[in-house]
Nanobody, 116 residues
């Protein structure tokens, strides 16, 4: 079956960095667009960053210049490098693999907490 397993979350001070990873299995990773979403308590899930099969990237305005999404098709893994973290970045971060409305898969999420 399809599995997306996120890792790399944790507690970090404001201004710090974290690198999230999402390892995929059960799909042909290279033909899926990959996305990172996040959901803070009491808020809707929101798109953070996307990377296409051709390595085109898009970012939400609130992370532009601070976060970088990348993928390694040989390792079936997508990454999210997060720099200059702010308290408002605190959320559960979810990995998403999407090829179509049907072929749309989610990871279980990893907690990121930015606090002093």
């Amino acid at each position: 079956q399809v599995q997306l397993v996120e890792s790399g979350g944790g507690l970090v001070q404001p201004g710090g960095s974290l690198r999230l990873s999402c390892a995929a299995s059960g799909i042909i990773f290279s033909i899926y667009g990959m996305n990172w979403y996040r959901q803070a308590p009491g808020k809707q899930r929101e798109l953070v960053a996307s990377i296409s099969t051709g390595d085109s990237t898009n970012y939400a305005d609130f992370v532009k210049g601070r976060f970088t999404i990348s993928r390694d098709n040989a390792k079936n893994t997508v990454y999210l490098q997060m720099n200059s973290l702010k308290p408002e970045d605190t959320a559960v971060y979810f990995c998403n693999a999407r090829r179509s409305l049907i072929n749309n898969y989610w990871g279980q999420g990893t907690q990121v907490t930015v606090s002093s």
